[in-house]
């Protein structure tokens, strides 16, 4: 299985899971398209865009599950990253915790 993750706040998904969909965040219902990353690229992404943010939630999706509307496009100094141009299904979703903030930034250990 391949996994690859959303960073999301967690009023955010509350939402999801109570409309039994992801239809995105504000950013990517600007963009077009759900943002992901691969576990390779979570701890940046968190930096880059959720600095400071506590109460957030890691998403891990079974890539798998998303069929040909995922995508994995360049961004960041040309790494592919995983773009969904669909609705996220919570079946695809293999897990949800916590993303603890600590002094030194957001604390991935035993999460990815």
Known sequence: MTLIYKIISAPEWRAAEAAGVFHGAAID?????????TADQASETAAKHF???????LVAVDAG???DALKWEPSRGGALF???YAPL?????ARVAPLPLRDWGHDFRDLL
Do not use: C, R, T
């Open 89 to 93: 299904s919570l079946d695809a979703v």
């Open 51 to 57: 600095s400071g943010q506590s109460d957030l939630l």
């Open 65 to 67: 599950k998303l069929g």
């Open 29 to 37: 219902l600007a963009d077009g398209y759900i943002h992901f990353s």
């Open 82 to 84: 995983p773009h969904l």
